[in-house]
């Protein structure tokens, strides 16, 4: 009972501990090993620091990693441009982006390298909706999960860091099921004539 009873009291400190993120996670989304948070850490953003979130993610970017693979469901051209840095560098890459994302980056030339496969080691790939999750896996030793809310005041963004290896996996998981709903471009033209919102980071 003690056991039990210690397992249920990290469990319930990390949803406390962690409330900013598990808050905005997707319920589908949320299968995610708790007493494995510990090491995380969380970035918020708030009204007073609205950036928070985007400057870790700017700090993420690791051109000395060998791959990184990613779920994009926020269209930010600085961080595309920081992306693309790594991609300078050599870094292997896969991107899957939401709907919005990839019509956005496909419409401007300054971020459409995102959406189209204009190098050997990168590989763009799109999803048919929009969603409100973001990964970000470096090789297989780090990842970074970001969710929001779309509604009230709930689109401030909230982004765990772990090196946690059943973390990881978990990401890589999720990851692979975001993959498997994905569309390579360059196989399956996607028709953009639709029009999309004007949500941004």
Known sequence: MLVAYDDLSITVGQIIEKAEWFQRLPLEDATVPVNELTDAVV????TASPSNVLGAA??????????FRCVCSIYNPLLFFAYKTMLNF???AEAILDWDSYVKSDQDRKTDFAAHAKCEHYQPLYLEDSHTLGIGIYDDRKVAVGAYNE?????????????????????EDLYDTYREMAHCPDENPP???GGFDGREW
């Open 191 to 193: 028709d953009i004539d």
């Open 151 to 171: 509604r009230g005041d709930g689109k401030h963004i909230a982004m765990i860091v772990s090196e946690n290896p059943k973390i990881i996996e978990w990401a």
């Open 90 to 92: 050599g870094v292997k």
């Open 43 to 46: 970035i918020a953003s708030n």
């Open 58 to 67: 700017f700090r993420l970017c690791d051109v000395h990693v060998n791959q």
